[in-house]
């Protein structure tokens, strides 16, 4: 199971961080209770699919450390390596838009948190 999880799951990640994203933007009936109810739900099941990819994806680079090296030289699958970055960067969007802005959850050293958060994608992004 582990070594045939490839980084497409990590698309997954980025159409339901958006999905979050555009039930907090949504121009009608916003800001409702409504609204803000399902990109919170979408917002935690995006950050709860995000951790269990994450240790699904270690998990397989500990178990089976061949499968990066072919994983990298295989022209469909060495593309999505940039959807890890993106899953991320719809979850800190979020975080920014949704939790902090909204509520100023976590004070300034929430927001700087997902600064260096930021910072690290876009690190992971260039390499």
């Known amino acids: 199971?582990?070594?045939?999880?490839?980084?497409?799951?990590?698309?997954?990640?980025?159409?339901?961080?958006?999905?979050?994203?555009?039930?907090?933007?949504?121009?009608?009936?916003?800001?409702?209770?409504?609204?803000?109810?399902?990109?919170?739900?979408?917002?935690?099941?995006?950050?709860?699919?995000?951790?269990?990819?994450?240790?699904?994806?270690?998990?397989?680079y500990v178990m089976f450390p061949d499968v990066w090296s072919i994983m990298i030289r295989h022209p469909v699958q060495s593309l999505y390596i940039g959807c890890y970055p993106m899953g991320a960067t719809s979850l800190i969007n979020v975080g920014v838009s949704l939790i902090y802005e909204r509520y100023n959850f976590g004070g300034r050293g929430f927001l700087y948190f997902l600064w260096a958060c930021w910072w690290l994608d876009i690190i992971m992004s260039f390499l």
Do not use: E, K
């Not at 980025?14 to 009608?28: A, C, D, E, N, W």
């Not at 800001?31 to 990109?39: K, R, W």
């Open 1 to 60: 199971m582990y070594s045939h999880f490839d980084p497409a799951w990590f698309a997954t990640i980025m159409g339901t961080g958006v999905i979050s994203q555009l039930f907090h933007i949504y121009p009608y009936a916003n800001p409702s209770i409504t609204m803000d109810v399902f990109a919170y739900i979408f917002f935690f099941l995006n950050l709860t699919l995000f951790v269990v990819f994450t240790v699904l994806t270690i998990a397989r």
